[in-house]
Each structure stands twice: as structure tokens, then as C-alpha cells.
């Protein structure tokens, strides 16, 4: 691989181009798919309520479709209920506003518990879904959470157009979020993303698989890695970035592990780093229809988490239960065994979002500034161009 040939991605352009097909989605979505509905979750009723008007605005401002539905979703009773059950609960919402506002979908009722009618569940399996998860707390930048940190002035390209509003972190995230669609291949799925980074890649090359949850990764070093989630890919993969989808399965899910445990379950690569989790998810096909089932008890779901003041996270608790090996340990957590049984037939696939290049480039780039692995302490290499968009993502964190 010629070195030369490896430039650094300037992250103002990709910027710059998901704006350009955001904006064009928005004025022109027979032309250019846009989405069908944008959910954010909130952490109180008050907090959904500000979320609603900001929806609003960027409705105004033509940064969402006049034929896209939005939402704010609260956390019930303003409880503390984790990313994962709130996935749940922003599903049902839509779910429940599909039957209010649309003729031809119902809810039936089955044992005295709400369920979905088969037309409610056709609608949803067929739509493209954008969900921000926006409901956390900011210790770092404490102002900011009655807003929201999604909600922060953020004046990347505000130069384009100087005489209009501060671009929003959200702007932004739905400029990034809009060109995903092209990988949905115009069927229905869920995409979602944190609403306390930008991600500034180019998300149009993205791939998912046709059945099944995928991640999108990033390759960084190990002081990060120790600090986030990581993703092991199968011990049969030798290439994590040189694949034609960029798609591997998820071997094992880890949170802030150590160095030991990092190089026990084999996720140091060839250079010495690991598999970022950037919270960034789809859901299609089989998988997407799981989810669907399973959010229509989530009212039941929830009150138990309530109850017991539990939560269930998205990274660790709804990710596991596509992952065979953490199976065992997800049937001791909180709703870990309903989890398994609705949602454990599907795979956990991983997008490894650097520029298309392979970590066993090493050689061939060997004269370009080597790292040491703290635990073998032998010199590897890894593409400059990886590097380069791995230090992109670290820039654009809000705390």
C-alpha cells in the first residue's frame, strides 16, 4: 500500500458534504431519502417539552423533512432508566402515536396486556428511524443539561452562512446521520446515535447486514480503550478495516477493561489498539422485528425496573443479548433473561469506520511514526490514515 496514497480526511469536508446532502434531502426526499421519523429521548417531561420545541425549529430552519414525524420521549416519572430500556420505551412511543394519529393502524389487546396489531407492526418493520439518545447527565459541562448537550451552540461552518443561527451539536449530528440512509437500501431499520458526539465520518460508505445489529467502531489506543466500551471481533478475523463491507461479528462485548483483559479476550490489534464502541447502532431486519415485539411490553418491562430502581443499558445489556458469549452473564442483570429470549437469535455485526485500508499494512508503512503495545512492547505500525481518523473522532467528545 503506498503511503502516499493515505491522506488525511479533512473532517470540515465531510462536514461540509453531509450538509450539502441533508439540505438536499430535506428540500427534494422523493429524490434523495430522508427520515421517517427522529425520536429523542429526554431524561424528565420538562427536558422532552424543550427537546419538542428544538424539534420544531430545525423543522422551521429545514433541517428535518415537513414529512418526517419527531418526537421527545421522557424517561417515565423522570426515573433514571438506561439507554436500553429507553430504546424500548421510544419505540412504544412511536408505536402509540402511530395508532393515535394513523387510521389504518391499531393496538390490540392480547390477555390484558397492550400488544401490537400485525398493521402497527408492518408500519414500523417498514420505517427508517432515527433515534438520539440525549437524556444523559453532563458532569463536565453541568450548564448544560437543562438544554441538553445535543442542544450546544457548535459554529463548525457557521462561516458558510454568517448571517444565520449558530449551528446546534444536533445540526450537525442530523447532517451526519442523513447520508446513513443510503445503507438502509430503502427498507426500514433503526439508527442510533448519542447526542453527545459528533462523529465526523463519512457515513454514506457505511454497510449493514440485511438481518442482524451492527456497531460502528473505531480503532484507538489502549488509554482510551480502557476508559469505553470495546468490541472483540471473531478470533477467525485477521483484518479488522480490509474487508469489503467492513462488517466482522462481535465476539465479546467489554466495558473500561483493563490491559489484561484487553489482551486476554484478544482485542489488541495488529498496531496495539483496540475496537472503539462509538455508541453509534443499526437494527434491521430479523433483529429490527425482535425489538419491535419486545418494546410493545415495555410499559410492563419498565415498571419493574422502576420497582426495583434498575436500569438496562444499551451498550452493555440490549448489545449482549446479540452476543452468545455474554448470554450467561445477561441473565443476571436486570431483564437480562427477556432480553436473551426476544432478541438472542440474532447476530451483533461491527462497522469499522476508518478510510478503507488494512491494519496488516503495517510493513508496508513501517516508517510511519510506530506505537509501542504496552504489553509486548513490540514497535507496529498502523495506516496514517487510521490514525489520522481516529484522532478525528477523539476531537469532536462532549462531556
Known amino acids: 500500500m503506498a503511503v ?3 491522506r488525511k480526511p479533512d473532517p470540515m469536508d465531510v462536514l461540509s458534504n453531509s450538509w450539502y446532502h441533508l439540505r438536499l434531502s430535506v428540500r427534494h426526499p422523493q429524490r434523495v431519502p430522508t427520515w421517517d421519523a427522529i425520536v429523542l429521548t429526554a431524561a424528565s417531561p420538562e427536558q422532552a417539552e424543550l427537546y419538542e420545541w428544538q424539534l420544531s425549529r430545525a423543522k422551521r430552519m429545514e433541517r428535518i423533512a415537513d414529512t418526517t414525524i419527531t418526537m421527545a420521549v421522557p424517561d417515565p416519572q423522570g426515573a433514571r432508566i438506561g439507554s436500553g430500556a429507553a430504546t424500548l420505551s421510544a419505540i412504544r412511543a412511536l408505536a402509540d402515536y402511530l395508532g393515535r394519529n394513523e387510521p389504518q393502524v391499531f393496538l390490540d389487546s392480547v390477555n390484558g396486556e397492550e400488544s401490537y396489531g400485525s398493521n402497527i407492526v408492518n408500519q414500523l418493520v417498514k420505517m427508517r428511524i432515527l433515534l ?10 453541568p450548564w448544560a443539561n437543562p438544554m441538553g448537550k445535543a442542544f450546544l451552540p457548535l459554529p463548525y461552518l457557521a462561516e458558510e452562512d454568517p448571517d444565520g443561527p449558530v449551528p446546534l451539536l444536533f445540526d450537525h449530528i442530523l447532517a451526519v446521520s442523513s447520508c446513513a440512509l443510503k445503507a438502509f437500501k430503502d427498507k426500514g431499520g433503526l439508527f442510533i446515535m448519542t447526542g453527545d458526539v459528533l462523529p465526523c465520518f463519512d457515513s454514506s460508505i457505511m454497510s449493514f447486514p440485511d438481518d442482524g445489529a451492527c456497531v460502528v467502531t473505531v480503532p484507538t489506543t489502549l488509554d482510551i480503550a480502557t476508559n469505553h466500551g470495546v468490541i472483540v471481533i471473531s478470533s477467525t478475523r485477521t483484518n479488522l478495516c480490509g474487508s469489503h463491507k467492513n462488517l466482522d461479528i462481535v ?14 479476550n484478544g482485542a489488541i490489534g495488529f498496531d496495539g489498539r483496540a475496537l472503539l464502541d462509538t455508541g453509534i447502532f443499526a437494527i434491521r431486519g430479523k433483529a429490527w422485528q425482535d425489538i419491535i415485539k419486545l418494546s410493545s ?13 434498575e436500569e438496562v443499558s444499551l451498550y452493555e445489556d440490549l448489545a449482549a443479548a446479540w452476543v452468545s458469549a455474554k448470554h450467561e452473564w445477561l441473565k443476571t442483570r436486570p431483564l437480562g433473561l427477556e432480553l436473551v429470549n426476544a432478541l438472542g437469535d440474532q447476530k451483533l455485526f461491527t462497522y469499522c469506520a476508518c478510510p478503507p485500508c488494512s491494519w496488516s499494512a503495517a510493513e508496508s508503512c513501517s516508517s510511519i511514526s510506530p506505537t509501542r503495545c504496552p504489553l509486548d512492547n513490540k514497535y507496529q505500525a498502523p495506516s496514517k490514515a487510521c490514525q489520522n481518523w481516529t484522532g478525528m473522532f477523539d476531537e469532536w467528545q462532549f462531556g
Not at 251 to 264: A, G, H, I, V
Open 4 to 6: 502516499s496514497a493515505l
Open 132 to 141: 438520539v439518545h440525549a437524556g444523559g447527565d453532563s458532569k463536565r459541562v
Open 251 to 264: 465476539e465479546m462485548l467489554l466495558q473500561k477493561p483493563s490491559l489484561k483483559d484487553l489482551e486476554n
Open 297 to 309: 411490553a415495555s410499559p410492563r418491562l419498565i415498571s419493574e425496573l422502576l420497582k426495583r430502581k
